[in-house]
Each structure stands twice: as structure tokens, then as C-alpha cells.
């Protein structure tokens, strides 16, 4: 049981240090995407199931796949190739600490700590369950259709800025110029009065 938490641990940690050092943002999604699937895999190995499992469902399921077709349907034209590991990684790593040292001094610090844990709840899961799928059906429904609806407006804006045709960078440039050219070499050859 040790040796599981600690691998589910470390790939938690490995994938969201990726997220955020990494120059791609496919691949920083993609590591996000990781990194909640191990947060759940915890929540699952300490009993909790229906938080390992809406963890599955909203963070893996809606928001990491969300946020892999928001960055694959916007984006542009290939950047210029860039180093895979960020230059400000010390400024995170300063940052990350600091917050970590706080949350940790407040936790321990905490009246909460020193407690009993509380018993475990009962069939908790299965009310909820029932809950959504009876009285909480409609906006259940809603929140699917606005998630719906939010992909395919990402597509359709996707495929109207891939119709337009991107016009050339240098002859846009040189109209500006080339008529400044041209005024100013009419001005040197008209006689001044």
C-alpha cells in the first residue's frame, strides 16, 4: 500500500512539474491532464470514491480534454522553435516552496490536526447519484449543452480564421514605404517656388 502512494506520488508530482516547465502547450495539457488522473488515483487508494471519480469525470474528463481543443483549434502558426524547459524556473520553484511552507505551517498549526478523524460517512455516493439524475437533472443537462456549445463555437472560429488567407508579411510592410518612397522622391524634384 506504502509503495503504490509513494509511485502515485511521484507521477503526480513528475506530471505537474511538467505542466508548467514545459515549452509546448500540447504537451503541458497533456501533462495536466496527468497530474489531475494521479490527484484521482490518490482520492481512489484513501477511500474516497466520489471524489476520485468527479475528479475523473469533470477535471480528466471535461477540463483537461477542454483544454487540449482550446489549444488545438486556436492556435495559430508554429512559434519558432524554443528550449523545452522554461528560463523562469527558478522564480516558480522559489514561488511553489514558499506557498508550500505556508500551507504547510497552517495545516500544522491548525486546531483540526490534533483531532479525532471523523467516522466515515455512509452511502453518501449513491444519494448524490440519485440526487443528480432526479432533482438536479436540468442543469445537469444544461451544464453538458453549454460545454457542447462552447466546442463548436471553438470549432467554427477555428475553421473562419483558417478560410481567411493570411496576407504576405513583406508586401504589407512595403506598401507603407513604398508610397512614403514615392511622395517624398515627388517633393525633392518639384522645384519650391
Given at each position: ?52 471519480f ?35 524556473w527558478v ?23 490534533h ?56 508586401s ?6 513604398n ?14 517656388g
Open positions: 500500500m506504502q509503495i503504490a502512494f509513494a509511485i502515485l506520488v511521484a507521477l503526480t508530482l513528475a506530471s505537474a512539474i511538467a505542466a508548467v516547465s514545459l515549452r509546448n502547450l500540447v504537451h503541458c495539457a497533456l501533462c495536466l491532464a496527468l497530474a489531475f488522473a494521479g490527484l484521482a488515483a490518490l482520492y481512489l487508494q484513501l477511500g474516497a470514491q466520489f471524489v476520485g468527479a475528479q475523473i469525470l469533470v477535471y480528466v474528463g471535461a477540463v483537461a480534454i477542454l483544454v487540449v481543443f482550446a489549444i488545438l483549434l486556436t492556435r495559430g502558426g508554429e512559434s519558432a522553435p524554443q528550449p523545452v524547459i522554461s528560463r523562469s522564480a516558480g520553484i522559489a514561488v511553489a516552496v514558499l506557498v508550500f511552507g505556508v500551507l504547510t505551517k497552517a495545516m500544522l498549526s491548525s486546531s483540526l490536526a483531532r479525532e478523524p471523523p467516522p466515515k460517512p455512509g452511502p453518501a455516493v449513491r444519494e448524490i447519484g440519485n440526487q443528480l439524475m432526479t432533482r438536479y437533472v436540468l442543469p445537469l443537462e444544461a451544464v453538458g449543452l453549454l460545454l457542447t456549445a462552447a466546442t463548436i463555437g471553438a470549432s467554427i472560429i477555428a475553421m473562419q480564421d483558417a478560410g481567411r488567407k493570411q496576407p504576405d508579411p513583406q504589407v510592410a512595403s506598401k507603407p514605404a508610397a512614403r518612397l514615392r511622395r517624398d522622391a515627388e517633393e525633392f524634384e518639384t522645384p519650391t
